[in-house]
Every structure is written in structure tokens, then in C-alpha cells.
Nanobody, 127 residues
Framework: QVQLAESGGGWVQPGGSLRLSCATS????????VGWFRQVPGKEREGVLC???????YYADSAKGRFTISRDNAKNTFYLQGNNLNPEDSAVYYC?????????????????????WGKGTLVTVSQ
């Protein structure tokens, strides 16, 4: 079955960097769009980045200039690299796929429609 598992969360100082990994199984990563999402308690989950199978990337406004997404299709793993983090980036970060060609938020749709999610990894940015 389709599974996704995030790793790499933790505590980061303001201005610091993080790299999250999402290990996938049960589907061929190269064929589908995958994305990173995040949620702050009390707020809606939001899309951060979407990686399309053709190599293009969609950036939410919050991600532009500071976050990147990459994938290693041979390892069925994709990554989130965040730089110059600030406390507002503190959240639970999730990876997800809808086994389709987009990530929903890149089409102006609710992220809740993404079908497969990891369990999330907490990132805390503070002194």
C-alpha cells in the first residue's frame, strides 16, 4: 500500500537550515506529483512546495526564496530544504501525494483532498 514517512524534524535556531526527507513506498515516485505541507496548531494545513514529475516545482508564497524541494526517484525519496528559517516556520511538516499530476494547492484547491499523507514531523524554530 502507499506509504509516506517524514524524517529530519527538530529544533532549529532562527536563521538556520533544515532538511526533511520523505521516504515513500507502494508507488513509483517518478510518475507522480508530490508535495510538502505544514500545519500550525489552530490553523489550516497549507501547501509549501509541489514537485511535478517533469521536474518543475510550484512554490507557495511562503516558500519562495527559502525553501526548495528535490527528489531522488531511484530511492523513492523526496526532500525539503529550508534556509534562513524564522519562528513563523515552526509547524508540523507533512509530505503527501494524490497520485496525480498536481498537489491541489497549486490549483487553488483544498489540500485536504490529497489522498496519502505521512504522519508529520515537528519543526521548531526558536532561540
Amino acid at each position: 500500500q502507499v506509504q509516506l514517512a517524514e524524517s529530519g524534524g527538530g529544533w532549529v535556531q532562527p536563521g538556520g537550515s533544515l532538511r526533511l526527507s520523505c521516504a515513500t513506498s507502494g508507488f513509483t515516485l517518478a510518475y507522480y506529483a508530490v508535495g510538502w505541507f505544514r500545519q500550525v496548531p489552530g490553523k489550516e494545513r497549507e501547501g509549501v512546495l509541489c514537485s511535478y514529475r517533469d521536474g518543475r516545482v510550484y512554490y507557495a508564497d511562503s516558500a519562495k526564496g527559502r525553501f526548495t524541494i528535490s527528489r531522488d526517484n531511484a530511492k523513492n525519496t523526496f526532500y525539503l530544504q529550508g534556509n534562513n528559517l524564522n519562528p513563523e516556520d515552526s509547524a508540523v511538516y507533512y509530505c503527501a501525494t494524490g497520485l496525480g499530476s498536481h498537489c491541489r494547492f497549486d490549483r487553488g484547491r483544498s489540500v485536504d483532498g490529497m489522498e496519502y499523507w505521512g504522519k508529520g514531523t515537528l519543526v521548531t524554530v526558536s532561540q
